[in-house]
């Protein structure tokens, strides 16, 4: 069965979302930001759930919250920390063609702004760095396709993202 769904996984300010709604006005389909549905299931902000619940509380949430997706001909754009849920990927890359938007940790750092008010899920005296570097491998293993961006603009990251998918369901590819 072919996987009616795209979902796009890389760094927080790595253009999940820019990318996402772009792509899916592209190629028609829907664009779901799970932040968005986390905190419509929730009626919380993300900070306040990591406020409130702490790291492994919002984890457990987001987790979920990705496992129950039901979606089709959908771009999804989880949230940077998704990658930790083993239930949420698991029913992802059974649902969808998983895409790592690549960044250098240089121009992560250059995008970023206030992490708090991002919601980035960062535990107490991690520092971005190790955090580009603990993810960095779980991005790697879950991609189905790996684009790298640094240096591309988002019209262009589309453009090649578009291709590489066109490519993939002419010849019927759906895994690695």
Not at 119 to 135: F, K, N, P, Q, T
């Given at each position: ?32 930001d ?44 989880p ?72 240096g ?11 291709s ?13």
């Amino acid at each position: 069965m072919k996987k009616a769904n795209i979902t796009l996984i890389g760094m927080p300010a790595s253009g999940k979302s820019t990318i996402g709604v772009l792509l899916a006005k592209r190629i028609g389909y829907s664009f779901v930001d799970v932040d968005l549905v986390i905190q419509e299931q929730t009626g919380r902000l993300l900070k306040e759930i990591i406020a409130d619940r702490g790291m492994e509380g919002f984890l457990r949430v987001e987790d979920a919250v990705n496992a129950s997706l039901d979606v089709r001909r959908s771009v999804i754009a989880p949230g940077g920390s998704v990658i930790y849920g083993a239930a949420a990927m698991a029913h992802l890359k059974e649902i969808s063609t998983v895409v790592y938007l690549k960044l250098t940790f240089e121009e992560v750092e250059r995008r970023l702004g206030d992490l708090t008010d991002r919601g980035v899920a960062l535990r107490d005296g991690m520092s971005l760095r190790e955090l580009y570097e603990e993810r960095v491998p779980l991005y790697e293993r879950y991609a189905d396709i790996t684009v790298e961006e640094t240096g591309e603009n988002p019209g262009r990251t589309v453009d090649c993202l578009r291709s590489i998918m066109e490519k993939r369901i002419a010849a019927g590819i759906q895994e690695k």
